[in-house]
């Protein structure tokens, strides 16, 4: 952790997709690794345009009560679309795959939460669709934490200040005074520092064994269970 303040530790925000649902991995690295086993080999240029098109075309555009599934099931279908896969089976089956990971991953989550909810304030703030809020709901989140900040609903995406001003304002905290712990340097990392925040990089295993993070004496974690030593 990078420059860490005497301030006392009063909020941790946590960035959703690929920290929350996944050690370090995230969205777009686990539909592809699904989408190869399923359908075979795939032009990662070619998959990282149709899922940044079918990223892009949910933002703003599901009812704020979609839960995981359908908004999984959208996304792949966006996919699948622009992979000329078709609707079928392997869809389904990508879309199923993936939600059944994430919530594996979200249930350590919330116990990882609940446990951190009695000594600090805690908000969830992600890039998203504008149902953030309801997929929270249904992994069982909300009674650990006193925000969730969904880019679709604030007009803010991450690295923008805004978003995490958002949710420091929720939180009753100050930027010296929160720690971000997210799985993007470019997002979550680089916005965090750039208000001052502390951040912690959940790595995860696709940035090999010595991952460098964004700042001298960053706080690099390979899974975020590991976060409870860092802060204790």
Same mark, same amino acid.
């Given at each position: 952790m990078s420059a860490t303040?005497?301030?006392?530790?009063?909020?941790?925000?946590?960035?959703?997709?690929?920290?929350?649902?996944?050690?370090?991995i995230p969205w777009k690295a686990r539909f592809f690794r699904l989408w190869s086993e399923e359908i075979?080999?795939?032009?990662? =240029?070619?998959? *990282?345009?149709?899922?940044? /098109? !079918?990223?892009?075309?949910l933002v703003g555009n599901l009812p704020a009560d979609l839960p995981l599934a359908?908004?999984?099931g959208r996304l792949a279908?966006?996919?699948?679309?622009?992979?000329?896969?078709?609707?079928?089976s392997a869809c389904e089956?990508?879309?199923?795959?993936?939600?059944?990971?994430?919530?594996d991953h979200l249930a350590g989550s919330v116990r990882l939460l609940e446990r951190l909810a009695s000594r600090y304030r805690l908000?969830?703030?992600s890039n998203f669709y504008g149902n953030l809020a309801a997929v929270c709901a249904e992994a069982g989140l909300p009674p650990a934490i006193a925000a969730v900040i969904d880019s679709?609903?604030?007009?803010? =995406?991450?690295? *923008?200040?805004?978003?995490? /001003? !958002?949710?420091?304002?929720?939180?009753?905290?100050?930027?010296?005074?929160?720690?971000?712990?997210g799985d993007s340097l470019a997002r979550d990392m680089a916005g965090a520092r750039a208000l001052?925040?502390?951040?912690?990089?959940?790595?995860?295993?696709?940035?090999?064994?010595?991952?460098?993070?964004?700042?001298?004496?960053?706080?690099?974690?390979?899974?975020?269970?590991?976060?409870?030593?860092?802060?204790?």
């Amino acid at each position: 952790m990078s420059a860490t303040p005497a301030v006392p530790l009063t909020a941790v925000l946590f960035d959703f997709g690929g920290t929350l649902d996944s050690d370090g991995i995230p969205w777009k690295a686990r539909f592809f690794r699904l989408w190869s086993e399923e359908i075979g080999e795939l032009e990662p =240029e070619r998959f *990282d345009r149709a899922f940044y /098109e !079918a990223d892009d075309a949910l933002v703003g555009n599901l009812p704020a009560d979609l839960p995981l599934a359908a908004t999984a099931g959208r996304l792949a279908a966006g996919l699948a679309n622009g992979l000329s896969a078709g609707h079928g089976s392997a869809c389904e089956r990508v879309a199923s795959r993936f939600c059944k990971e994430a919530r594996d991953h979200l249930a350590g989550s919330v116990r990882l939460l609940e446990r951190l909810a009695s000594r600090y304030r805690l908000a969830v703030v992600s890039n998203f669709y504008g149902n953030l809020a309801a997929v929270c709901a249904e992994a069982g989140l909300p009674p650990a934490i006193a925000a969730v900040i969904d880019s679709a609903s604030v007009g803010a =995406e991450k690295p *923008d200040p805004r978003i995490f /001003e !958002a949710a420091l304002c929720a939180v009753g905290a100050r930027p010296s005074e929160a720690l971000f712990v997210g799985d993007s340097l470019a997002r979550d990392m680089a916005g965090a520092r750039a208000l001052g925040m502390r951040h912690a990089w959940i790595a995860g295993d696709q940035n090999g064994d010595s991952p460098t993070g964004c700042c001298p004496q960053d706080t690099i974690l390979k899974r975020l269970a590991d976060l409870e030593q860092v802060i204790a």
